[in-house]
């Protein structure tokens, strides 16, 4: 999937934000007012990501858990 790349130069906004696009697909928006932080910490930022996916799996999984409880109780289906 291709990603969109937005940078912008913005004192208000944070450095980085993910964000959805105009077609519901992710967006990375940088921003360059904050250069020398992001150039500080940007081998951090790059290993944000693998701890980012586990935090996802672990609200997802929950989710996910909570729903199929939900589907069995609706059902009766219950072990």
Do not use: C, S
Not at 7 to 22: Q, R, T, W
Not at 25 to 36: D, L, Q, T
């Amino acid at each position: 999937m291709e990603i969109e790349f937005k940078l912008i130069d913005e004192k208000e906004l944070p450095p980085m934000v993910i964000a959805m696009n105009d077609d519901d697909k992710p967006k990375v928006v940088i921003n360059a007012y904050h250069r020398i932080w992001i150039g500080l910490h940007r081998k951090v930022i790059a290993g944000i990501v693998v701890n980012l996916q586990e935090k996802m799996d672990e609200m997802l999984d929950g989710f996910l858990r909570e729903q199929r409880a939900n589907e069995k109780l609706d059902t009766g289906d219950w072990e």
